[in-house]
C-alpha cells in the first residue's frame, strides 16, 4: 500500500510575498516599484484585513495583512485580492511615493474599478462570495 503525501503550503510571510510578487507581476506590470515595499502578517483582526503605510522617514511601505489569513481555508483568492487591494492603494500613490491620483483612497469605487481594469475582477467576486460567508459566522458567533 502506498500512500500519497499531500505537501501542506506553509503561509508565512516569505509565502505571502511570493504572492505579492506573483500579483505584481501578473497585474502590475506597468508600476515602477519606487521605494522598497514589504509585507508580512500582522495581528489577527476580524474586519482590517490589510494595511499600507508608508514610513515618512525611510520611504518604505508596509503592507500588513491579517493573520487570519495564515489558515489554509481562507482561499487563496481571497488573500490575494486583499494583496491587489493594497497594491492598487500604493499605485494610487496612497502610502507610496507615486503621486496621488484621487483625494480619498476609495473614492468612487476607485479600488474595484481598477483592480477590474487590471484582470483581477475575478478576486474580487471570490472575494465577494468569501465576505458574505464570514459575515454570516461572525454574526453567528457574536449574536449580533
Not at 506597468?30 to 484585513?49: D, E, S
Not at 483625494?103 to 465576505?131: C, D, T
Amino acid at each position: 500500500m502506498t500512500s500519497k503525501s499531500k505537501t501542506a503550503i506553509n503561509r508565512d510571510d516569505r509565502w505571502l510575498l511570493s504572492r505579492l510578487d506573483h500579483i505584481w507581476d501578473q497585474y502590475f506590470p506597468n508600476i515602477l516599484q519606487t521605494n522598497k515595499v514589504f509585507i508580512k502578517f500582522g495581528r489577527f483582526a476580524k474586519y482590517r484585513l490589510g494595511s499600507i503605510r508608508l514610513d515618512k522617514k525611510t520611504k518604505i511601505s508596509f503592507i500588513t495583512i491579517t493573520s487570519m489569513f495564515k489558515d489554509p481555508n481562507i482561499p487563496p483568492e481571497v488573500v490575494d485580492h486583499t494583496i491587489g487591494h493594497e497594491l492598487v492603494h500604493y499605485a494610487h500613490g496612497f502610502s507610496s511615493v507615486h503621486p496621488r491620483l484621487h483625494k480619498y483612497p476609495h473614492a468612487g469605487g476607485v479600488v474595484k474599478k481598477e483592480m477590474a481594469e487590471r484582470g483581477m475582477g475575478y478576486l474580487y467576486e471570490s472575494y465577494k462570495k468569501w465576505i458574505k460567508s464570514y459575515r454570516q459566522t461572525v454574526r453567528i458567533t457574536h449574536g449580533w
